[in-house]
């Protein structure tokens, strides 16, 4: 196992040990690990470190410039229309990064739309990193000083706490935020489905495997209909079980009260993610734009991922009064929305052959569906009518 590599990470480890042997087992889960790693109040890479764009550990769509944002604003609008232009609609933005998506949803809105939706939204972050909320606060700051920008737009910051049960009329949405949360680590042992934990062993930091800590795993799989006991697993497959997922879903059903709720993410149906080849799972880490598969490297220095299941979102949103409206890849989604014809314009003269292929690039991987463009999009709906569940982004576009 990885040794710190940081002066924080020894400070990361010193408390990670502590809460081992302070526990009664004197281990504890996968998930209780990563959530220390990436949340710690004063060390967790999301608490202190999180770097995201060219100079950070990794990027996103909206790294790539403002179309991504755009695109997404005029599915957020046309939400609003379906639901019949109410005076107040709300948009839920969960984990919003160091709040470039924001910004370009929020200024194409400004520079775009009519006053009757400017003043009919109420945009809410939803944010649990201090350093990324502060990232979030600064940029947009920034963006009210704009020429022509609406400074009465109404903009917040908001905990869930903050939020009362079906209060929301609108729109969640999230973009690479459930593949954040801490998942559990299972393996098949023998013909029984055992857990990953760790302890310590001669001083050492090692992984043990032992007994399920929770029925709620073997609960999650019999929701998305895999059984890792099955022959055709192989001994010691490994995978994970993002149970914090289905509790975020479930807050989310919990707050809205007639709306949406879109989520965007690399993931797979159950059947692709629980493939008896794929034996090591999907768990990744990313430090400086490289990606590699060990978790213990670079102690609260480097992000940890895993793929979403959309099944079990699909599954379990069902359970809570969420229904799908549509699943389909990013690539479809905003060519759908109009990338195509954002294409076909670079071609119209009002570029420059620089900037042609620069944005031309970023389009591209926008759609690339060996990369961005094969992310999930996930539409959930609460209480909508025939008519309310048609989105522009679902239609299946013309290539």
Known sequence: MSL??????????????AKIQGSSAQQITFAQYMALALYHQEYGYYTARVSIGSGGDFFTSASLGQDFGQLLAIQLKEMWHNLDSPATFWVLEMGAGNGELAQDILHYWQTTEHQAFIQAVRYIIIERSPSLRQ?????????????????????????????ESESIEGCFFSNELVDAFPVHLVQKDGQELKE??????????????DRLSTKKLTDYFN???????????????????????????????????????????????????????????TLQCYYQHRRHNNPYANLGYQDITAHVDFTALELYGELHNLHK?????????????????????LSSGKFTIPEIFKRRDALHQLIDP??????????????????????????????
């Open 4 to 17: 710190p590599e940081f002066s924080n990470s020894l400070k990361l480890q010193e408390i990670l040990l």
């Open 135 to 163: 990232q979030q606060q600064e940029r947009l700051k920034s963006l009210r000083s704009t020429p022509g920008f609406n400074t009465n737009f109404d903009l917040t910051w908001r905990d869930w706490s903050d939020l």
């Open 196 to 209: 990953v934990y760790l302890g310590i062993q001669g001083g050492e930091l090692t992984e043990i495997i």
């Open 223 to 281: 929701l998305v209909g895999i059984d890792l006991l099955q022959q055709q697993y192989p001994q010691g497959y490994r995978t994970e079980v993002n149970l914090q997922g289905l509790d975020w879903l479930e807050t989310v059903a919990t707050k809205l009260k007639r709306g949406y709720v879109l989520t965007i993410d690399y993931g797979y149906s159950a059947e692709k993610y629980y493939r008896p080849s794929r034996s090591q799972g």
């Open 325 to 345: 409206l549509g699943f389909t890849q990013q690539g479809l989604f905003l060519m759908a929305l109009g990338l195509g014809d954002r294409l076909n314009e």
């Open 370 to 399: 060996t990369g961005l463009g094969g992310y999930g999009v996930l539409i959930q709906g609460k209480n909508l009518t025939d008519s309310e569940q048609s989105l522009q982004g679902l239609n299946v576009p013309d290539w």
